[in-house]
Each structure stands twice: as C-alpha cells, then as structure tokens.
C-alpha cells in the first residue's frame, strides 16, 4: 500500500479575478473548492493514475469533515487523526494577473494526537511507500520528519520525501527512495548559484552523497531531471501546454513517478510518467488524470 502524510491539510478554495484591486470588492469569475496540501494531492493524483493509496494526517472541525467527504468523492482511503482543538485550514488560491495566496493556519495538534499517528506508522511494513510531503505546522515538533524515518529505519521501507531546506537535509542519512527537490530550493540547500543542468547534476550528486538514492528535480517550465540510484542521469522539457494552475503540479510530478515506478520498475520510465503528471496538473483546472497524462506522454515521446 502507499500511504502519504499530510500534517496541515487543507481545503483549497481556487478563484479566478479579473484584474484584482486591493481596498475594494472584487467578484471572481471562476471558483472551485478541493481537498489540498502536498499528500493530499500525491493520493489524488495516484488515485487517477489507478493507485490505491492511504491519506494519514490530521483534520479537525466541520472543514476536516469536508476534506474527507472530498476525498471519499475521489475514491481515496482515508484515516485521518481528529483533532480536538481547531479546524482544518481553508487556503484561498487567487488567479489574476499574478497568483495570490493566503494559507490558514491549521487545527492545534497534541502530543497525544502525534502518538497516534505515529503509531499508525508502526504498522507499516518493508512492502509499503510511504510520502512525507510538505511544511510542518508550528504546533508539531519541528524535527517530525526525522522521528517518522527513524522510527521507520529498521523496516526498510521505501519512503519519498518533499520537503525543502532543512527538512529535507536533516533526513538524508536514513536514505530515502526518492527526493523532489526544485531548482531553486537545490541552490538554498547549498547556497549557490544554479546554472543549467550541469550545475544540478552536480548538486543532486551531492544529495546522494548525503544519502538520497533517486533525486528528482522539477524546474517548471524548463522540465526535469532525475539522478537514479545506479548515477544515470535522465533529463527532459516538459511537454508543451498552457500554464492553468500550477497548485499541485510538482505534487502529481512525485505521483507520477510512483506510478511509473510500481508499474515498470524502470526509472527512465517513472521519470517520464511523473514528468507528465506534473505537466497534465499544470495545463488542467483539477488534477493530473489518466488520459491526460497519456496524451503528455505520446507528445514527449514523440519529442
């Protein structure tokens, strides 16, 4: 089973405004609700592609609710934590002539609450992926990636990891299967210049070296790159499309990847699926779907 931790979900109220103004009313044109936050959009994403996967993390309040009624509509596994004290956040993605956000904050988590679900985590087995995604809220320890891999180290599992700056350093020494950095978190992590794809080569090796075994790094617009364990170097554009929403799109690339992986078994071909995964979210409203990213994939390979 896959399973994705998502420590401050959200729902993600998406509108479009024409020409926004500050100090007045504004009316959107367009507007949609869905379940968000980094795991969140892995299991989505997985879902689509034909992956059962297992949401864990924590809702509280009528919007948590609301989350887990979203994600039983997409057909994905849930078994949140509920949390005592708050409600899950709602996150205002605003379209304009920039995009705009505004995150809430997220429910109060306890230590209890924590135990639970790093109890949850115990069952876990050699057998499952599990993806630790995204920003850690204030509430919560800090360090909560490393206590989750080094809880996890003796089962030898194959956990993904996207997370940036120190988050993401401080776990490479239990080896996570596969990392997402993107360019410009590469050149924070070694406060450097990154110029063109020899300099993240370059840089990604060094991620191994701490002990990441696959690097994956998204760079928009510009494609992807991929550093697999055995060192062969996988690079690509991205397919050719117009840019909707980008909300999600390094997310679905992480779930693409997977996808490819369990299916294959070939890194060259896990690269490509989650190169058009990302893609296929970035051109579309919602979601990375199956036929979207199937119709990415004859384009790139043709390309």
């Keep these: 089973m896959i399973y994705t931790v998502t ?22 044109n367009y507007e949609m609700i869905r379940g968000g936050g980094k795991g969140i959009n892995v299991s989505i994403v997985l879902g689509n592609l034909g992956h059962e996967s297992c949401a ?9 609710d609301m989350l887990a009624s ?14 005592k ?23 109060k988590i306890s230590k209890e609450e924590v135990n639970e679900l790093l109890e949850k985590l115990d069952l876990l087995n050699s057998e499952d992926i599990l993806v630790i995604s995204g920003t850690i809220p204030s509430s919560l320890p800090s360090d909560m990636y490393e206590k989750i891999m080094a809880r996890l180290a003796d089962k030898k599992m194959r956990i993904v990891v996207d997370a940036s700056n120190d988050l993401l350093v401080k776990v490479l020494k239990y080896h996570p299967f596969l990392i997402k950095p993107n360019n410009f978190e590469l050149a924070e992590i070694f406060k450097c210049e990154i110029n063109g794809v020899d300099d993240i080569v370059k840089y990604g090796k060094k991620l191994q070296d701490m002990g990441a075994k696959n690097v994956l790094v998204s760079r928009g ?3 992807a790159l991929l550093i697999d364990e055995d060192g062969k170097v996988y690079e690509s554009e991205a397919p050719k499309g117009e ?8 997310d679905s690339m992480v779930a693409g990847f997977i996808s490819g992986y369990l299916e294959t078994h070939n890194y060259e071909e896990a690269f490509y699926k989650g190169i ?7 051109f ?4 990375a779907t199956l036929d979207e990213v199937n119709n990415l994939l004859k384009q790139i390979r043709k390309g």
């Design 7 to 28: 420590f401050n979900p959200s729902l993600d109220y998406i509108v479009r405004v024409d020409d926004f103004k500050t100090g007045t009313i504004n009316r959107c």
């Design 56 to 64: 864990l993390g924590f809702i509280a309040g009528k919007t948590g």
């Design 70 to 83: 979203i994600l039983d509509e997409y057909h994905v596994n849930s078994d949140f934590i509920r949390v």
């Design 85 to 107: 004290n708050g409600f899950t956040r709602i996150n205002v993605k605003m379209k304009s002539n920039a995009e705009t956000e505004i995150n809430g904050q997220g429910p």
């Design 221 to 223: 617009k510009d494609g």
């Design 243 to 250: 840019l909707v929403n980008s909300v999600g799109a390094g």
């Design 276 to 282: 058009c995964s990302g893609s296929a979210s970035a």
């Design 284 to 287: 579309s409203e919602d979601l």
